[in-house]
């Protein structure tokens, strides 16, 4: 939302998924209008490597975990293989050493569709590996709700705010 509230909304978090959806709608129109020039082999590897390495080696270490918890690198692995800045380095290298080719549209795809289609973005340290509710955040989404029912008063700052 900005600097100092980083949080969604239900409303703001659907609009940040229709903008990530229209991302993805110009990439698939894209592979499309491209599809007999595409390397599949290329497309396929550049889309499951970002799953192969980032995802599914913490969600199997998730699953194994008797208590949930497991180590930070895999949520480094997962953002790092995640991140659109990730992806843009490694369409520009290999646009560089292989060539610039419509199969790295690949990169863009998987990554937007993770945001537009499922709501993945990236993992903070702080919560399961695998999707599911933080208490704290239950809470705050809560005491947030019966805050703007009741009308309260927005301009409210640091402890006056921080009790909704």
């Known amino acids: 939302m900005d600097a100092k509230n980083r949080f969604e909304t239900r409303t703001t978090f659907l609009m940040l998924r229709m903008e990530w959806l229209g991302g993805l709608v110009a990439c698939a129109v894209l592979t499309v209008q491209h599809f007999s020039e595409i390397r599949w082999a290329v ?3 550049l889309f499951a490597v ?9 969600a199997v270490a998730f699953r194994r975990s008797r208590d949930g918890r497991i180590s930070h690198w895999y949520f480094v692995a997962y953002n790092t293989m995640h991140s659109l800045v990730t992806a843009g380095v490694v369409a520009g290298l290999w646009a560089v050493l292989v060539k610039p080719e ?21 993992k903070p340290f702080g919560v399961r590996f695998e999707p599911a509710p933080h208490p704290a955040y239950v809470d705050f989404e809560r005491k947030y709700s019966i805050s703007r029912e009741g009308k309260s008063d927005v301009s409210r700052t640091g402890a006056d705010a921080v009790r909704l």
């Open 43 to 45: 497309f396929v590897g």
């Open 50 to 58: 970002i799953d192969v390495v980032g995802y599914v080696p913490g």
């Open 102 to 122: 419509w199969a790295l549209l690949a990169l863009p795809v998987h990554l937007l569709g993770d945001r537009a289609l499922f709501g993945n973005s990236l």
